[in-house]
């Protein structure tokens, strides 16, 4: 059986906090194979680690700092000092291999390193279940084309680490490394079930267009041949402040755009992150050319309400008891909702009940739909379940 305990702790010094934060698992949990950590770039990463290490002695942790803090059962954690939310998981039939790498050549050779190595921790040499990844904004994409070189296609959850000023700040860690610029995955070899629900959870309009030109995978050039900005405006009615340099980045989170994969299951968000002198924006996650891209909108109601819909839509996708939830919900969308996330609070506390859970806040979210393929994207929510 799958035991889950969190905890969680706002401590300014790096070293109480980890105690404060591993002291519900140490206490409670035998047979513990891993735990997922998330903290605030406050924190001196290092310290923080080595302490929740000194704290669970040889518990693989893995994880990644999170914007502006974590929710728990206990609410939601953040401090100007300072945060970390931990979620351990005890099961003697769970096998896990856990391996992170700084970036060594591309980002898909680094993919395929890790991998490796992390079907070596596990002693494995079949392919996990599923596994979970981490990595900073930038190349997830390429990260996983290396992984599932090593694997083929599992299914995957996860999400990008993030800081509280889209500065950079942000890392990527296991219990043994550190890295702004890498990439950490743990493999789950167990008869338990697992479901990931993975969606954008917005409207979507009538207004479509085709990508007709993109540069570096993120810039999008053109829509319909026209200046991307130009065509974005014309569908939103934004005004060119709004699109100016890094405003796009919050009038998107209320209008992004999509693509859909190849049989309509899936509508992946694509955030417009800062507009260009040229007329072109810049995008949270890669683009193809000669494909559809299709405006998208919400509201910040509607970013809180759907957090218990999709809650409810994971739940469904499982079979049996539940013993965790694992919560990614976009950063973009935490800034959207801003001083109303008590509220998301209240609904994942409604929705979950006595279900251990954590969430952290991204700056990119990992998941899949039905059939398709593992896929990154942003301003949406990713949410697992792990069963008893």
């Known amino acids: ?78 401090s100007d000092d300072g945060f970390v939310g931990l979620m351990a998981l005890a099961d003697p039939d769970l096998t896990v291999g856990v391996a992170g790498l700084p970036k060594e050549g591309s980002a898909r050779e680094t993919g395929q390193k890790v991998a490796q190595m992390a079907l070596e921790d596990a002693g494995m040499q079949e392919a996990p279940d599923y596994f979970y990844m981490t990595a900073p904004p930038g190349e997830e994409e390429y990260f996983l084309k290396g992984i599932t070189d090593v694997i083929g296609r599992v299914p995957f959850f996860g999400g990008s680490a993030a800081d509280n000023t ?60 026209k200046p991307a900005i130009e065509q974005y405006q014309e569908w939103t009615g934004a005004t060119d402040e709004d699109v100016a340099g890094g405003n796009l980045l919050s009038y998107a989170i209320l209008h992004p755009l999509g693509v859909k994969d190849r ?47 999709t809650i409810d839509e994971l739940k469904e996708k499982i079979d049996g008891p539940i013993a965790a939830i694992h919560l990614v919900h976009c950063g973009g969308r935490r800034a959207g909702i801003d001083d109303r996330i008590d509220e998301v609070v209240d609904v994942i506390k409604e929705k979950v009940g006595d279900i251990p859970f954590i969430t952290e806040f991204t700056f990119g979210e990992y998941g899949y739909e039905d059939d398709g393929n593992n896929t990154c994207g942003g301003l949406m929510l990713s949410f697992t379940a792990l069963g008893e």
């Open 263 to 309: 049989l309509g299951d899936l509508t992946a968000i694509r955030h417009p992150m800062n507009g260009n002198d040229d007329g072109s924006m810049d995008l949270g996650n890669n683009l193809a050319e000669k494909t559809a891209v299709v405006q998208m909108e919400g509201t910040v109601d509607e970013l809180i309400s759907s957090v218990g819909d």
């Open 1 to 78: 059986m799958l035991n889950v305990k969190t905890g969680s702790s706002t401590k300014a010094n790096a070293t109480e906090a980890a105690k404060e934060a591993a002291a519900p698992a140490k206490e409670a949990l035998d047979d513990m194979k891993m735990a997922f950590v998330y903290s605030g770039v406050q924190y001196d990463q290092d310290e923080l680690l080595n302490a929740l290490s000194e704290e669970l002695p040889d518990i693989p942790l893995i994880g990644n700092t999170s914007f502006t803090g974590v929710i728990t059962p206990d609410g939601f954690i953040s």
């Open 166 to 225: 889209i500065t950079g700040e942000w890392i990527v860690y296991t219990d043994e490394m550190r890295t702004p610029d890498g990439v950490a995955v743990a493999f789950f070899y167990t008869d338990k079930d697992f479901a990931n629900k993975y969606t954008g959870a917005y409207n979507e309009t009538d207004d479509v267009g085709i990508i007709t030109k993109v540069d570096n995978d993120r810039t999008l050039v053109e829509i319909n041949g």
